[in-house]
C-alpha cells in the first residue's frame, strides 16, 4: 500500500461547491480548503479541514492564520489527515510531523475514523475475487445465485431509497445522519461531476441495500449505506460491494477507499471492519489530528464544551 495517498474527495473543488450548496461555503488558502462553524452564543468560529494530505496541498502558515483571523476563526481543525502513519518515518514523513508539532497542537478529538480500510483494486477480477476471504467470496456468489441483482440507479428513485434505508439503519444501529437534503445535494453536486453514483441491491423489485460511493482522480469512495433487515440471508451486502469494485475498475479508479475502520476488535464497529476486509484491503491508520490555534483562551473554552457535548450524548 503506497504510504503517500492522493489528495481526498473532501478537499476537492467539487467538494467545496457541495458544501456551499449546503451553506456552508469553503475557505480556500494555497492548496487547502476549509468550512467554518460557528461557536454558540459567540461571533467565534471553528474551521474544519478534513483529510488534509499536506504531502500535496501546500500552503503558508501565515496565510492561513490571516485568513483565520479575518474569519473570524479561533482554530482550525486538520480531522484525519489524508497521510499514514509510518511504523519505520522515512526522512519526509519525519519533516511533516516535526511541522505541524511546531505549529499546531494535537487535536483532543477526531471526528473522521483514524482507521481505515483500502482496497488496491488494479489486478483482474479473477485476482480480486480470489484476494477475498473464503467467506465473502461465498456469500457474493451466494447472493447472486439467490436472485439478488445490484443496479445503478443515479435518479430521483434512488435517491429516495437511498435515504430509506439509510434512515432504517441509522435508527437500528444508533447513529446520527445528516438531514435528507444533504445528501440529495452531494450526490446531485457530484453526479453533476460524473464523481458520484449510487447502487442498489434489489431482490424481487425489493431494495434491500443501497450504497452511495464517490470517485475522484482515480480513486473510488464508498461514503455512505444503508440496508434493510429483510432477507438477510441473501447477503446483499456482499454482493453491492463486489459490483461497487467493479464499478470503481470502469471508471478507472485503482485505489478503493471504504471510508472509516476501527483497529479494535472489541469496538462495536469491528463486524463492519471485518466485513470491509474480507475483500482483501488493508487495515491503515492516519496520523493524528491537529489543530492550528489563533485564539487560545476561547479554543479552551470551546474544547470544554465540546468535551462536555460528547459526554452527554454517550449517556
Known amino acids: 500500500m503506497k504510504e503517500d495517498l492522493d489528495i481526498h474527495i473532501l478537499q476537492s473543488q467539487e467538494w467545496g461547491e457541495f458544501k456551499a450548496r449546503a451553506g456552508t461555503s469553503p475557505v480556500r488558502v494555497g492548496g487547502i480548503q ?11 468560529y471553528i474551521a474544519y479541514a478534513p483529510k488534509v494530505n499536506f504531502y500535496k496541498q501546500k500552503f503558508s502558515w501565515k496565510e492561513l492564520k490571516d485568513s483565520l483571523k479575518d474569519e473570524k476563526c479561533v482554530a482550525i481543525k486538520f480531522d484525519v489527515p489524508n497521510v499514514i502513519k509510518q511504523e519505520k518515518p522515512g526522512n519526509e514523513y519525519k519533516k511533516l510531523i516535526e511541522t505541524l508539532e511546531k505549529h499546531c497542537k494535537k487535536s483532543p478529538k477526531s471526528t473522521f475514523a483514524e482507521w481505515n480500510v483500502l482496497l488496491d483494486i488494479t489486478p ?34 434512488g435517491i ?37 453514483n449510487i447502487l442498489i441491491a434489489y431482490y424481487k423489485k425489493e431494495p434491500l ?68 476486509l474480507g475483500y482483501g484491503g488493508e487495515l491503515v491508520k492516519y496520523i493524528d489530528s491537529y489543530d492550528f490555534i489563533v485564539n487560545k483562551p476561547i479554543y479552551k473554552l470551546f474544547n470544554i464544551a465540546y468535551a462536555a457535548y460528547w459526554k452527554l450524548r454517550h449517556r
Open 209 to 276: 441495500v443501497a450504497w452511495m460511493l464517490f470517485n475522484k482522480d482515480g480513486t473510488l469512495y464508498y461514503a455512505y449505506g444503508g440496508s434493510t433487515t429483510a432477507h438477510r440471508k441473501l447477503m446483499a451486502s456482499n454482493l453491492i460491494a463486489w459490483e461497487a469494485i467493479k464499478l470503481g475498475k470502469r471508471l478507472d479508479c485503482k485505489m478503493f477507499d471504504m471510508w472509516g475502520a476501527t483497529g479494535d476488535k472489541d469496538n462495536a464497529y469491528w463486524g463492519f471492519t471485518r466485513f470491509k
Open 34 to 44: 476549509y468550512t467554518k462553524h460557528k461557536i454558540p452564543l459567540l461571533n467565534k
Open 124 to 157: 483482474y477480477e479473477d485476482d480480486l475475487i480470489r484476494n477475498f476471504s473464503q467467506k465473502t467470496r461465498y456469500n457474493a456468489r451466494l447472493s447472486a445465485k439467490k436472485g439478488v441483482e445490484v443496479k445503478i440507479e443515479n435518479n430521483e428513485k
Open 160 to 196: 429516495k431509497i437511498f435515504n430509506k434505508l439509510q434512515n432504517e439503519t441509522a435508527k437500528r444501529q444508533h447513529f446520527l445522519t445528516h438531514p435528507d437534503s444533504y445528501y440529495e445535494k452531494v450526490f446531485e453536486t457530484l453526479n453533476s461531476h460524473n464523481m458520484a
